[in-house]
């Protein structure tokens, strides 16, 4: 399968993520932003968050018009999923989700939904990387593999989820309805 228009703008510490051999990705790990655009989630990957010299990002980001961004080439481990990120891609759509209360207990919501246009090309998306990636068998919402709870920012002796995304409205059924991965869930 051809590549869909991916449109490659690498972050700036790039080159200092971990390389890594496309056989060794077998997961997909969805998740949102929780930003409310695209300009805003290239600061937050962009910031330095470790002494390595890297932060926190995804490998592809999608638009809702459906544009997508690589920020990260599938080669390179970025840092997305805790205890997952060496095996696996990490693939955010921008959605507002919890934004800009990510941990109030008052605003837990993830009530946006994904456009017809983001799902188009996060099929299209995970179509081809089956091709790039061959032991790739498997997906994930972020929130399927990082289920721990912290104190809610209003009220600590409330525990919230640390991670919601993609959320209620991600379109399961309609994504794994044309891509066949196992959904761990």
Known sequence: MSAPAIRTH??????????????????????????????????????????????????????????IEEYAPPGRIAHHTRGWNDRSIGIELVNTG???????????????????????????????????????????GHEDLDRDEVEASDDPAVKVRRKRDPGPLFPWSDVLGVVPLLRIA
Do not use: K
């Not at 932003?33 to 932060?55: F, H, I, M, N």
């Open 10 to 67: 690498p972050l700036p510490y790039v080159g200092l993520l971990a390389e890594r051999a496309l056989d060794d990705i077998d997961t997909v790990v969805i998740h949102c932003t929780e930003l409310p655009d695209l300009a805003t989630a290239r600061e937050y990957g962009e910031r330095v968050l470790y002494d390595s010299g890297t932060g926190n990002s995804g490998h592809y980001y999608i638009d809702r018009d459906g544009r």
């Open 98 to 140: 919890r934004f800009p209360h990510w941990l109030d207990s008052r605003h837990q919501a993830m009530d946006e939904p994904y456009t017809d246009a983001q799902v188009a090309s996060l099929v299209a998306l995970l179509q081809w990387l089956r091709g790039e990636a061959p032991a790739l068998a498997q997906i994930a």
